[in-house]
Each structure stands twice: as structure tokens, then as C-alpha cells.
């Protein structure tokens, strides 16, 4: 991990300006420099997109599950390895997230949809053969 070391007279500058105004004293503002903004190449903003694309098909389309699936996947896979190296990047925590609510959710409609499928099925095995 990269770091920064700045010495006080790097981080704060005073410029000197004049009022023009009744008072002539000088005013003096203190401007910190922060450090550049590490951006990151991608990654974390493909995570993020995945995660919501992986979530919305398990959410909002019945037959979206094998691509909501691979979205969830990738999303995680490109997710995980960006928080590892930048563990302040908000993309990747977001889209690892998603992705994992979006496969969660998956699972949980097709488990859903087998218990209803048995269930189904003994009801209608039970009502052919006259048990109830």
C-alpha cells in the first residue's frame, strides 16, 4: 500500500489577500491540499453494474435466472479482489453486495419454486388417488 508523506508545507498553503473594503489589514485563508484521488480501472464500477443488473433480473424477470447467475458471479469475482486492494472503495463493497443479494435472492426463488413444485405434485397425487 502506497503511502503518502507530506510535510505541513505541502499540505497547507496561505494565500495573502487584500480587502479592498474600509479595513486595508490582510485576511489569510488556509487552502489544504488533499492528496490525489486514486481511481480506480474499472473493476469496481463493473462490480457495482453487475451487482444491480444480477439483482434486477432475480428480482423483476422469471427466465432472467442464468444471467442473473453469471452477473452475480462476475460481479463478484471482479468485486472482491478491488476491496482486497482498496478497502475504501465504495463501488466494490456495493457491488459485492448486490451481486451476493442478487444470487441470494436466486437461490431462494428457486427453492421456493421447488417446494411449490412437490408440493404440487403430492396434491395431486393425493386428489387422483381419492386419499382426502
Known amino acids: 500500500m502506497e503511502e503518502n508523506n507530506f510535510n505541513n508545507d505541502e499540505i497547507q498553503q496561505t494565500v495573502n489577500t487584500e480587502e479592498n473594503t474600509s479595513n486595508s489589514g490582510e485576511q489569510k485563508y ?24 444480477s439483482l434486477s433480473l432475480s428480482i423483476f424477470c422469471c427466465g432472467g435466472g442464468i444471467a442473473s447467475v453469471v452477473c452475480g458471479i462476475i460481479g463478484l469475482v471482479l468485486g472482491i479482489p478491488q476491496m ?16 451476493a443479494i442478487g444470487l441470494a435472492l436466486y437461490i431462494c426463488l428457486i427453492g421456493v419454486s421447488i417446494v411449490f413444485s412437490i408440493t404440487g405434485l403430492l396434491s395431486e397425487i393425493m386428489y387422483g388417488i381419492n386419499w382426502i
Do not use: Y
Open 30 to 53: 488556509n487552502v489544504v491540499n488533499q492528496p490525489p484521488h486514486k481511481s480506480s480501472d474499472g473493476t469496481s464500477t463493473a462490480s457495482l453494474v453487475l451487482g444491480i443488473v
Open 84 to 99: 482486497r486492494k482498496n478497502p475504501d472503495d465504495t463501488k466494490a463493497k456495493t457491488g459485492v453486495i448486490l451481486s
